[in-house]
């Protein structure tokens, strides 16, 4: 997952692309070189951000995510180097993997790939040192920290992450990995391990269909749950 295909080099046109989509999206402060170089928070704490480039710009953050073209150009108009963040959930019909590479997330997931099976072709954006976000459809997973594993977070409804081609801290850029870009593939199903580290709730019957189960003798193949 190292080689990166051709990707958009403004936050803005990016934007625009994934509204196009159906994806809601928001603008975030942006990292910006300090006078010593390093890269800090554009926003007022500077320095001192812990969460630089990775924070909401709008007043209600990701409740003002939206895929009206006309509303993310007067962003990027007041914010012309935003970082580009997209709202995971039903809002966007996704739900995203964040494999954090500096606690170990990559490892622990290439472990996981080798236990339970490897994850489908899907769309698949690198973040930095070698950590990735794994698009999926939306099945409704929590946005919770290790959630399928320590260093693998989900992000779901309520959450967000910051997409290509935004500037991380680490002076990387998020990128599109290779064949892997939304406009290349499509978010795939998330294979059940992770849909069932993830979900908020899992499928239970209902009491009707409890009720209904008891007046018809069923195999036990199909009551087990
Ligand atoms: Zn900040």
New binding site residues.
């Given amino acids: 997952m190292k080689a990166v295909t051709t990707n958009p080099t403004h936050t803005l046109e990016a934007a625009l692309e994934y509204a196009g989509r159906g994806w809601h999206v928001f603008p975030c402060?942006e990292p910006t070189p300090a006078p010593s170089g390093a890269l800090i928070?554009?926003?007022p704490?500077g320095a001192s951000?812990t969460?630089?480039g990775k924070?909401p710009r709008t007043p209600n953050g990701v409740k003002d995510a939206t895929t009206d073209a006309a509303q993310v150009r007067a962003w990027w108009q007041r914010w012309p180097n935003a970082n580009v963040a997209i709202a995971t959930g039903d809002r966007s019909g996704i739900d995203v993997v964040d494999v954090d590479a500096k606690s170990h997330g990559v490892e622990a997931l290439a472990k996981l790939e080798k236990e339970r099976g490897d994850l489908p072709p899907t769309v698949v954006a690198q973040t930095s040192g070698g950590g990735f976000h794994v698009y999926f459809r939306h099945t409704g997973m929590v946005s919770k920290a290790a959630s399928i594993a320590p260093g693998i977070d989900t992000r779901g409804n309520g959450g967000y992450v910051i997409a290509p081609p935004s500037l991380h801290r680490s002076g990387e850029h998020y990128a599109w990995v290779e064949r892997s870009s939304p406009s290349e593939a499509s978010p795939a199903e998330a294979p059940a391990w992770i849909r069932d580290a993830a979900q908020a709730k899992r499928p239970r019957p209902t009491p009707i269909e409890v009720m209904a189960a008891e007046k018809t003798w069923q195999p036990p193949a199909v009551v087990s749950l």
């Fill in positions: 402060f928070c554009t926003c704490k951000c969460q630089a924070h």
